[in-house]
């Protein structure tokens, strides 16, 4: 089974087409998944929604009491995943969800995660610019471990990906606990659609905050234990969360 990990954040309008597109993949092809979406504090009615979903595929609804940013957001859902595999994508539709298939075959024996890798004039030019510049840095500093064009749209094993957990109480980033723990990677090209909202939300400086987080995460002391995080995810970020079965 993979686990689906789709942080939530502003994602109103996008969830009912994002759940009915994952409940089509999964029929189409008989993947077996469960979806465990993580509403990171949205400040909009994304948590009615979350909670009217119907439970054509099994889902988690873990709900964080205060907004974490998306790495951490991914975290939390992944310490909740039941699956030998884990995938992680945004719900704004662009990490489109019939790409999944192609990631999963791309997992091959002595591979820990494989990336989309991003194609396509998916936002405007500068800010393919200074995604590519920020992409790059990634890329080099990552000793080329991270490929090139890359978000957080993936396919991993499980048990790498559970050990990340243990390093949620310092806020990391996500992409760079892969490279920190020197995780085997690859990428499969994949179209990127343009954002259906608008532009996208990662301006030059969101990026340059991220860039920050980054170099601080690869900088990180190992971590306690995973059952240490998972307390502290309940003690200090948790609000609720709930498993809703498929009904057949």
């Not at 929604?49 to 790495?71: C, E, M, R, W, Y």
């Not at 990336?115 to 500068?126: H, I, P």
Request: net charge positive.
């Amino acid at each position: 089974m993979i686990s689906i990990v789709i942080p939530v954040y502003k994602s109103a309008a996008t969830l009912s087409e994002l759940h009915d597109r994952l409940t089509a993949l999964s029929r189409n092809v008989g993947l077996e998944c469960e979806v465990v979406y993580v509403n990171d504090a949205s400040p909009d009615n994304s948590a009615e929604i979350l909670k009217k979903l119907p439970p054509t595929i099994p889902f988690h609804i873990v709900d964080l009491g205060k907004n974490a940013g998306q790495s951490s957001a991914l975290l939390a859902g992944i310490a909740f995943a039941q699956g030998s595999l884990i995938a992680t994508m945004d719900a704004d539709l662009q990490d489109e969800p019939e790409n999944l298939p192609a990631l999963i075959q791309s997992l091959v024996p002595g591979i820990d995660v494989v990336f989309a890798k991003r194609q396509g004039r998916y936002e405007s030019g500068g800010r393919l610019f200074t995604s590519m510049l920020f992409k790059g840095l990634v890329h080099l500093f990552s000793k080329k471990r991270i490929p090139m064009h890359v978000g957080l749209f993936m396919v991993a094993r499980a048990e790498p990906m559970k050990r990340l957990v243990s390093y949620l109480p310092h806020a990391p980033y996500l992409i760079g606990l892969i490279a920190k723990t020197k995780l085997q990677c690859t990428s499969v090209p994949v179209q990127r659609p343009g954002n259906h909202l608008g532009e996208t939300s990662y301006t030059f400086r969101k990026r340059l905050k991220v860039s920050f987080i980054f170099f601080k995460t690869l900088a990180l002391k190992p971590a306690g234990t995973g059952d240490e995080a998972v307390q502290w995810l309940h003690a200090h970020l948790l609000a609720d969360h709930v498993y809703v079965p498929a009904m057949v």
